[in-house]
């Protein structure tokens, strides 16, 4: 009790001292230097349980000098890391070569990722964003927060030993700009345009006089564009939902969000709380390098996103000069490409230049991915138009979010930035509002114009995928513009899907047509996404579960927390019964798989029978279904097909008499068996993730089991099974309000604060994630002080 006092005590003295001398505003001028920042700047930081700073500063240069430094306390290599891949120095460092940093780009080597990075660098693409005056560009609290992030970055190197063995010692720990601080948020704005396509970017070539290469197959690239930019295919996701007052106990909103991010690397969330006495006061998860935060919640307003299906690139089909393929025509007219010279310095070897080629719609690619090629002939070159390139805006719209005081203000702040790239945003507030909204920052393709302007292959791929392929020769093809847009080419706020105050609103990564099944949104242009198709599995359980709890009604926060851990399995009630009674009709017990071979398998009829239908931990039969389901056709074996008058139930009936029903049982059979894994295993036993030398169960399921807690891990039989995860649920947050000052929130960081192994916070969450449990949100001051953990800590540069 003595002990507790002296904490609180000393947190109060530190907390006066610190609060006495705010002014009620920020008034600091942006630094225009470039060379590492430093000067007179500081902050205090309150930790409480688990690691989770509390940032307390009296100007955004101040916060974002308190980030700066917290953030590298627990991921100083993994911010160094992506700092050298948005300087453009991996191949210096690690080898031309060596696999890229996925986290900022797709680029598959690091030379790539360079050439891509450096161009970037040395056209000044950044300077110029950071130049051009708000709402365009970014404001000056978000110039001011980048300048004390680099600030608090790099006071923290100064001050402090590197402990973690992924960078102790390492020459490419460096003091960052607030250039390199807004590279990093640069390269998260263009993941889905120009970071989807550095391969092709920085590989397209004019072709030489003899090039016999061919136009790409129509029906072969809609199928790639359509896989590449299917919901359930990146390697993020999220589901959220958002509860009006008329469903809850007492006239309130609630709000439950989910995300769905990598677990390891520069896109993995990290938590704070940020407060400026008067001006700003806001707790969430912030993407790592960020100075604001991404997903959270305030005394009044709680939002999360999840990633949309709107296309964020579209492509021109430039018609070439038969004398120069690196002239193009336009309206009859030539036009020479731009060249941009880079070059890469290369560990071990000589400086590689290459020299990449721009056009008025943007870069010249030669490919989205390995599977879907786009040839530079003597005739034909694509160029990708990426909306998000010129669009450093993200960063405001959070902070727009973090101030405001009900939905009505989160759809303001989207209206007012325009600056979210590639998700929709479910917000609910304490007066019992709710919002749904796709509001992103998307290429100007109308239906209309697509119809007009799409070349051969675009009319395939437009209806296919969203992907539109516009003659590059015709000036009237041109995007245009919206009057309320804030750029030019990209949809005004007048265009986007929105929903408000629907008894529930949620969404798990399907377009906005169903993100309330009762009020179906419709009239959106199809590069948003589809209407009247058929749902994910992921979707059509989540829209199960919350309609339920919504017409239920009398909902709390517990009843968000319950629903994240219920894991149930929706592919599980739709087949396992069905699957378990066609197994035990099998003659003889047996059945045949891919080899030939005739297989035993009348332990799992019983194990399928008896299963819960969840994927929690202690759940038997979980891991057989699972296994068994990813060996099943998907829908291919579904009797009942789609329907759009029945989007949530179909399609449904596992046709059991078809013969990959029995082959796919037995080859799971074998593979668990020759695994060593028992039929009737616990989940957790065999799904899990390695901590300094310990197991922690992982509950959750893979994405077309259709589990609401999504976990993406990596099967590894030698290794005991799912022995790694991927992707999946992140920084959870299920928050509403009961009346007085304080919300009440409840959040779990899945893969916890640090990824120092040294740290006491590399796994403290992840413990509690496997238990199900949650971190009671300390919000108000009172709840900070009276922290059994308190920990306080006066950082100045």
């Known amino acids: 009790m003595r002990t507790r006092l002296r904490r609180a005590v000393v947190a109060a003295v530190a907390l006066f001292a610190a609060v006495g001398t705010l002014p009620t505003a920020a008034a600091q001028d942006p630094q225009k230097q470039e060379h590492p920042s430093h000067g007179g700047l500081s902050a205090t930081i309150r930790y409480t349980e688990y690691g989770i700073p509390h940032i307390l500063a009296k100007n955004y240069a101040d916060l974002g000098f308190g980030t700066g430094w917290a953030q590298a306390t627990d991921q100083v290599c993994t911010l160094a890391d992506g700092f050298v891949t948005v300087r453009g120095e991996r191949s210096r460092f690690f080898g031309a070569d060596a696999a890229s940093d996925t986290a900022l780009s797709s680029a598959g080597r690091n030379l790539s990722s360079d050439l891509y990075f450096r161009g970037v660098r040395e056209a000044g693409t950044v300077e110029k964003l950071m130049a051009t005056p708000a709402p365009r560009g970014p404001s000056r609290a978000v110039k001011e927060l980048m300048r004390g992030f680099a600030a608090g970055y790099n006071a923290w190197l100064r001050k402090n030993r590197i402990t973690d063995p992924a960078c102790k010692g390492a020459g490419w720990v460096r003091p960052v700009t607030v250039q390199d601080v807004a590279a990093r948020n640069f390269a998260l704005a263009v993941l889905g345009g120009q970071g989807r396509a550095v391969d092709g970017i920085t590989a397209a070539q004019p072709p030489a006089s003899t090039s016999t290469a061919g136009a790409p197959d129509t029906r072969d690239t809609a199928r790639a564009a359509q896989d590449l930019f299917a919901a359930d295919s990146a390697d993020m996701g999220s589901n959220a939902v958002a509860f009006s007052g008329a469903t809850t106990v007492n006239g309130r909103g609630l709000l439950l969000g989910n995300p769905h991010y990598p677990w390891q690397g520069g896109r993995r969330f990290w938590q704070s709380q940020q407060t400026i006495p008067g001006e700003l006061n806001i707790a969430g998860g912030s993407l790592l390098g960020s100075a604001t935060i991404s997903i959270g919640h305030n005394a009044q307003v709680a939002w999360s996103h999840t990633v949309a299906t709107g296309v964020t690139l579209n492509l021109h089909q430039l018609t ?7 002239r193009y025509l336009v309206d009859g007219r030539p036009e020479r490409m731009t060249e941009r010279r880079v070059t890469v310095a290369v560990q071990g070897g000589e400086p590689v230049t290459r020299t990449q080629w721009w056009t008025r ?25 990426d909306p998000n390139a ?4 993200a960063s405001d719209t959070a902070l727009g979010f973090s101030k405001a005081r009900g939905t009505s203000d989160v759809l303001g702040a989207l209206k007012h930035t325009q600056g979210v790239p590639w998700v929709n ?6 007066q019992g509002h709710t919002l749904f909204t796709q509001s992103q920052v998307l290429p100007r393709i109308t239906d209309e114009l697509a119809q007009r302007c799409s070349t051969p292959l675009g009319r395939v791929t437009y209806p296919a995928s969203g992907v539109a392929i516009l003659d590059g020769s015709r000036g009237d093809c041109a995007l245009g513009s919206d009057p309320d847009a804030v750029q030019p080419g990209i949809f005004g706020p007048a265009k986007m899907p929105v929903l408000k105050d629907a008894p529930y609103a949620e969404n798990s990564n399907d377009s906005a047509w169903l993100a309330n099944a009762e009020r179906p949104i419709t009239g959106y242009e199809r590069v948003f996404g589809t209407v009247g198709t058929q749902r994910s599995m992921r979707t059509r359980g989540a829209l199960q579960d919350v309609s339920a709890m919504a017409s239920r009604g009398r909902l709390t ?51 399928l029978a008896a299963w819960d239908r969840t994927a929690n931990t202690d759940s038997r039969g979980a891991l057989l279904f699972d296994r068994l389901w990813r060996k099943l056709p998907g829908s291919s074996l579904l009797k009942v097909p789609f329907s759009a008058a029945d989007p949530v139930g179909t399609p449904n009936t596992l046709n059991t008499d078809a013969p990959a029903f029995a082959t796919a049982l037995a080859d799971t059979v074998t593979e668990l068996r020759a695994a060593g894994v028992p039929l009737d295993s616990r989940l957790g036993e065999h799904q899990f993730v390695v901590r300094n030398g310990k197991r922690i169960a992982v509950p959750g399921g893979t994405e077309s089991l259709g589990v609401w807690n999504k976990v993406e891990p990596v099967w590894n039989p030698a290794g005991g ?15 509403g309000w009961d009346g007085g000052r304080c919300p009440v929130a409840r959040t779990l960081l899945t893969y916890s604060q640090s990824s120092n192994p040294n740290s006491p916070h590399f796994s403290d969450q992840t413990r509690l994630f496997s238990a199900e449990k949650w971190v009671t949100s300390r919000f108000c001051e009172k709840d900070i002080l009276s922290s059994p953990a308190l920990r306080v800590v006066r950082v100045r540069s």
């Open 390 to 393: 010129i669009n450093l805006r």
């Open 557 to 607: 926060v517990g009843d968000l927390q319950a629903q994240q851990f219920a894991d149930r399995v929706p592919a599980g009630d739709l087949a396992a019964a069905d699957a378990a009674k066609a197994c035990a009709a099998l003659p003889g017990g047996t059945a045949t798989g891919s080899d030939g071979r005739a297989v035993d398998v009348r332990e799992a009829c019983g194990v």
């Open 320 to 326: 070439l000069d038969p004398a120069d393929p690196t």
């Open 361 to 385: 719609y943007g870069p010249v690619v030669t490919s989205l991915g390995a599977s879907l090629p786009l040839p530079w002939t003597t005739t034909t070159a694509y160029a990708l138009n």
């Open 721 to 735: 099974g799912y022995t790694e995860v991927t992707t999946g649920s992140s920084y959870i947050q299920a928050v």
């Open 425 to 430: 945003t479910i917000a609910a507030d304490a």
